[in-house]
């Protein structure tokens, strides 16, 4: 009986924490001689879904990796960098004479004219 007692406030606490949300942060950093060698930030966010939208964090709605369409919108984006490659190519090959000699060079100024 005891541990149903400590499984319904176990519960209750949970309830709480994910209906008001909680925040954890700290930094640790790790330093030799006075010279800093790793510094690592915590920044943690416990809390439902409603109360993350209340808070205004909706990462996963862009996250593409956690979109049900992530294979399709990789594979999309693929063949679209392939297309782009292809089209540069041909406006390339189909104006040559369109385009400055040396791309890198910067375009020669005329100097200032004298007074006599």
Do not use: C, F, Y
């Amino acid at each position: 009986m005891q541990h149903a007692v400590q499984g319904q406030g176990l519960a209750d606490i949970l309830e709480r924490i994910l209906d008001k949300g909680i925040v954890v942060a700290g930094d640790i950093s790790v330093s030799l001689v006075g010279v800093e060698l790793l510094t690592i930030r915590l920044r943690l966010v416990i809390a439902s879904v409603d109360r993350a939208l209340q808070m205004g964090i909706r990462w996963w709605e862009s996250e593409p990796s956690l979109s049900a369409d992530a294979a399709k919108l990789t594979q999309e984006n693929a063949t679209l960098a392939e297309r782009i490659g292809r089209l540069e190519a041909a406006l390339l090959a189909a104006q040559p004479a369109a385009l400055p000699m040396n791309l890198g060079a910067p375009a020669p100024t005329a100097l200032p004219a004298t007074p006599r």
